[in-house]
């Protein structure tokens, strides 16, 4: 079936730090990612919409110059947490969207932690 | 903004017990999914459910989508401690993203 995977799993960095995640789609081509947040004991949360070639689209609320997206290829979405602070601790997921539609396919999350 | 309410929020129960978890929207909804995530991982898709009194069964679970698309139920027969994790919902807003539920975080005790 159609694999996900993020990288890396865990990262552990001090305040002000820049931190990047990526996110491959291992098998299929990816026009469209998604970047979600999700706090501890809590829901997932959309943050953006990855478009290959193109722009994100941001959720509102999401402050595009602190969570720069990339997708330069078909297979690859990053997401850049500039300058992170304590309050960007969270799990970050993303998730692939087969062409042609449904289902997407979620990586197995990045723990980031900010001390 | 259309919204997502899941019901219970958290349960816990005894190995054996049956359970249902519900899921309730502002507005009709096109389609719906069901997700089950354990904790450091991704969500792992169980469903999708698409016309209004659809019922599909996946084993122990069965999913029923309302006839007017704004509320789907999980039903969870005979639960096992395998069975723990969160359960989410999500319905499709606009062409391509989905929403996602508050979430039922369901622990069973063997």
């Known amino acids: 079936g159609a694999v996900v995977s993020q990288h890396p799993s865990w990262v552990i960095c001090k305040s002000g730090t820049s931190v990047k995640i990526e996110c491959r789609s291992l098998?299929?081509?990816?026009?469209?990612m998604f970047w979600y947040r999700q706090f501890p004991k809590q829901s997932l949360m959309l943050m953006a919409t990855?478009?290959?070639?193109?722009?994100?689209?941001?959720e509102q609320g999401v402050e595009k110059d602190k969570f720069l997206i990339n997708h330069a290829s078909l297979t690859l979405s990053t997401l850049t947490v500039t300058s992170a602070h304590p309050e960007d601790s969270s799990f970050y997921i993303c998730?692939?969207?087969?062409?042609?539609?449904?289902?997407?396919?979620f990586g197995d999350g990045t723990r980031l932690s900010i001390l | 903004t259309q919204l997502l309410e899941q019901s219970p929020q958290f349960l816990s129960i005894q190995e054996g017990e049956n359970l249902t978890v519900y899921c309730n929207s502002s507005?009709?909804?096109?389609?719906l999914q069901w997700y089950r995530q354990e904790p450091g991982e991704g969500p792992v898709l169980l469903v999708t459910?698409?016309?209004?009194?659809e019922v599909k069964k996946l084993k122990r679970l069965t999913f029923q989508f309302g006839d007017a698309r704004k509320d789907s139920s999980l039903h969870i027969t005979a639960a096992q401690p395998g069975d723990t994790g969160l359960y989410l919902c999500?319905?499709?807003?606009?062409?391509?993203?989905?929403?996602f539920g508050t979430g039922t975080r369901l622990k069973v005790l063997a």
């Open positions: 507005s009709v909804f096109s389609s």
């Open positions: 990855s478009n290959e070639g193109s722009k994100a689209t941001y």
């Open positions: 998730s692939a969207r087969l062409p042609g539609g449904q289902p997407q396919h």
């Open positions: 999500a319905l499709r807003s606009g062409t391509y993203k989905y929403i």
């Open positions: 098998d299929f081509q990816a026009t469209t």
């Open positions: 459910v698409v016309t209004g009194g």
